[in-house]
């Protein structure tokens, strides 16, 4: 029996659970998505970013781990700032404040917990994130108060969507994000309860992923529309007939002088009465939009010609612009090149 016991134990702690950061695409993996980053980053071990390996991770480094899953002991982590493999590309834009969904692919599902943390980088742009800086935004698990996602036994080995919640008070450049798997398939004890199972210990196998993102304002700012203003003036001409009577004149006058100045005093006068009138008139003109193409969330509709790296493109299909939707052969369902 103690025989079995121990086999049962072994089995547990040597099957390794394997997994990845789809969405936000992790640095490791972003090669899967994004041509741009074959010939620089494609890494094969992508799948296997666990500190090491927990007996590493734990035995060597006490528990630590680089913040993208590479072994806290290697001098120069492929991934972080520095690494041949780093680029920094943002891979997803998102809103402050928002609930995002999260990807993550398991090939092996060994229970545990999902975690999910934040850094802006904005104000050190020649230094990477640490992990004591994302470990001061543990992002919450959307609709609840939990910091954990801990319903992954049901889902298997598939693709695990998690909706999390980002922080109301961060905008970011470049911010970048971090998922935390710890698994559950290490035999051990929990120091608070003394119980021992799977998942109970402290020393459990740890799967990490980060990706460079952006996290756009609220209220981003609008270009108001020029108000050109046009004075135009009127001139309305009134004309006014005004008939004198003789009876007004009474001056003695030898008769054909007094005939001719009856005669003139009977003819109409006409008096002419100008009045200007100023009129305002206020023309809208919008302002033209911007004929190079952006990636912060702008709302192109079908039709919408841009430029894009000295090339014409013509949008197809109505969307919102983001970072890694730029215009090219590879988003062919967006955009169409035009001659």
Not at 243 to 258: A, D, E, V
Request: net charge positive.
């Amino acid at each position: 029996m103690l025989n079995f016991f121990v086999l049962f134990s072994f089995c547990l702690i040597s099957i390794n659970g394997h997994g990845y950061l789809f969405e936000p695409v992790a640095r490791s993996s972003a090669w899967l998505v994004d041509s741009s980053f074959k010939k620089c980053c494609t890494y094969s071990g992508h799948m296997e970013m666990f500190c090491g390996g927990v007996g590493h991770q734990w035995n060597a480094n006490g528990g630590k781990c680089g913040i993208c899953g590479e072994p806290y002991d290697r001098a120069v982590k492929l991934f972080e700032k520095g690494g041949t493999m780093y680029t920094g590309k943002i891979v997803q834009t998102y809103i402050q404040g928002e609930q995002i969904d999260v990807k993550v692919k398991l090939s092996a599902n060994h229970q545990g917990y999902f975690e999910f943390r934040l850094c802006n980088v904005d104000s050190n742009p020649n230094s990477d994130a640490t992990q004591e800086c994302l470990d001061r935004r543990l992002l919450k698990i959307a609709g609840t108060d939990s910091t954990k996602y801990r319903d992954i036994t049901k889902h298997g080995s598939e693709m695990i969507t998690v909706r999390v919640q980002l922080p109301s008070d961060v905008v970011c450049q470049h911010c970048v994000f971090q998922w935390k798997y710890t698994t559950g398939n290490n035999w051990g004890r929990d120091p608070t309860t003394n119980k021992s199972g799977p998942g109970l210990g402290r020393e459990n196998e740890t799967f990490m992923g980060c990706s460079d993102i952006t996290i756009l304002t609220t209220s981003p700012t609008t270009t108001l529309p020029t108000l050109v203003i046009s004075p135009t003036t009127t001139i309305t001409t009134t004309t006014k007939l005004i008939s004198r009577s003789t009876k007004y004149w009474s001056i003695s006058l030898p008769k054909h002088w007094s005939a001719l100045l009856t005669f003139i005093s009977s003819l109409p006068t006409t008096t002419t009465t100008t009045t200007t009138t100023t009129t305002t008139t206020m023309t809208t003109k919008t302002t033209a939009s911007l004929s190079a193409w952006s990636p912060l969330l702008v709302a192109y509709q079908r039709g919408d010609d841009v430029m894009y790296n000295g090339m014409k493109y013509r949008c197809v299909t109505s969307h919102r612009s983001y970072a890694g939707a730029e215009p090219s052969p590879l988003t062919w369902a967006l955009w169409r090149k035009i001659e």
